[in-house]
């Protein structure tokens, strides 16, 4: 009992380890965005259709990989989401890097290239995810997946830290090829040291019941939608808060790449707390609310504030921070209301929003603050931000869950 108990922990272990790998090229590749827009003379418009295209591959596959987690296993979908994405990375490397195209390179080539590997990682959510939900109970659940999710600030942190000096030093060819050594070696790690069995026999023992899909669920829905909003401050803080501090406050590369580390490992620590917090309290609804009104309070600040170099840091950091804390609680309670055995499509039905917004985001940022200036970027973030407290009050006036039919249960 004592080893099955021990050896959870480690799997939480891989699973944080496999996220933050992922994490590392999608937080850690906007942060090199002011180093892109001039090693491939891209326009601002065409940098942040590029920073959000990994979103947009991890949005259009979330689903199916959540599905295909359920039916084929964690193990398996984690390990070919790993070593699929390092292979485009490796592409990437060879082909689509100032130093390997002498003739340039075009920005909707890159943005394929960038989205299909976030297609590819996309799976490491929805597994890794899995993985957890079936060693842990509903005691300890929050706490394990704000855990797991906490690998992404601290991968982000990684990736924030290591690319823009990789870009910088050695160019951008050994930053893909970087990232693309980092898959390969934790693929192989979940090959050698994972065992599934565990997992395997639950759903064994979980194939007669009539499982409803997360898919019919309402409060699986309100939990999804309100996510992709709670996602716009935390993505237009990593993919645009380097060029907003750059531009607006004058501020150098090293002291942007140390504030928006800091704001990602203040975020981690926030998610671990927000775990444990409501493991004990069971609250999780209600603190997703209080994280959409600081996140938009904060949010608010930054626009009033938005040529004040000390405020304007201060409110960026705060509007980061809040940002990343709810990732934990949201993906748990998606979960646990769709059950362990559909939890990957729970997950992935999550990691769609979340990544649709992570892809949207970045293209809002640029064409406001080209158009409007930034200001007008951090009161958008405002208004987006507040509306995911009002789709959790709207939604909280019709609770009544959708049966197998698609119809509202009334019993």
Not at 108 to 124: D, E, K, V
Not at 164 to 170: N, V
Not at 249 to 261: E, F, G, K, M, T
Not at 322 to 343: M, N, P, S
Request: net charge positive; hydrophobic share 50%.
């Amino acid at each position: 009992m004592n080893k099955k108990n021990n050896y959870r922990w480690f799997v939480l272990g891989v699973g944080v380890l496999a996220q933050a790998t992922f994490a590392m090229g999608f937080a850690g590749i906007p942060i090199t965005g002011v180093l892109m827009r001039d090693a491939y003379h891209f326009s601002l418009y065409e940098l942040g259709f590029v920073l959000g295209s990994m979103g947009l591959g991890v949005a259009a596959s979330e689903i199916i990989w959540g599905i295909l987690t359920d039916k084929l296993g964690d193990k398996t979908v984690l390990t070919l989401g790993l070593w699929s994405s390092a292979i485009v990375f490796v592409v990437i490397a060879i082909s689509l890097t100032p130093e390997a195209s002498l003739g340039g390179v075009k920005y909707l080539h890159l943005a394929a290239a960038l989205a299909i590997a976030g297609a590819f990682g996309g799976s490491i959510n929805s597994s890794s995810g899995r993985t957890i939900m079936s060693w842990f109970d509903d005691s300890e659940r929050g706490f394990a997946m704000s855990i797991r999710q906490t690998a992404i600030p601290v991968g982000g942190a990684i990736g924030t830290g290591l690319l823009p000096w990789l870009a910088y030093t050695y160019g951008f060819e050994i930053t893909f090829i970087a990232l693309a050594s980092t898959g390969f070696v934790v693929g192989l790690v979940v090959v050698l040291f994972i065992n599934s069995k565990h997992t395997e026999l639950k759903q064994a023992a979980n194939l007669t019941l009539a499982i409803p899909s997360p898919l019919k669920s309402f409060e699986v829905w309100r939990v999804v939608i309100s996510a992709g909003f709670l996602t716009v401050p935390q993505m237009a803080v990593l993919t645009f808060g380097g060029v907003y501090m750059r531009d607006v406050l004058d501020i150098d590369l090293a002291s942007i790449s140390i504030i928006l580390i800091g704001v990602q490992i203040g975020g981690g620590l926030l998610r671990i707390w927000s775990g444990y917090y409501t493991d004990k309290k069971k609250n999780r609804i209600p603190l997703l609310k209080y994280y959409a009104i600081l996140g938009g309070m904060a949010s608010l600040v930054l626009c009033l504030m938005v040529n004040n170099t000390y405020m304007g840091v201060v409110f960026l950091v705060l509007t980061g921070l809040f940002g990343h804390a709810w990732h934990g609680i949201a993906y748990t309670e998606a979960a646990v209301k769709a059950g362990v055995e559909r939890a990957g499509t729970a997950l992935g039905m999550v990691g769609t929003t979340v990544f649709i917004a992570s892809f949207l985001t970045p293209i809002l940022v640029s064409r406001i603050a080209h158009g409007y200036g930034w200001g007008a970027v951090w009161g958008a973030v405002t208004i987006l931000t507040f509306s995911a407290l009002l789709c959790f009050i709207l939604c909280s006036k019709n609770k009544k869950p959708l049966t197998s039919t698609g119809e509202v249960d009334e019993s």
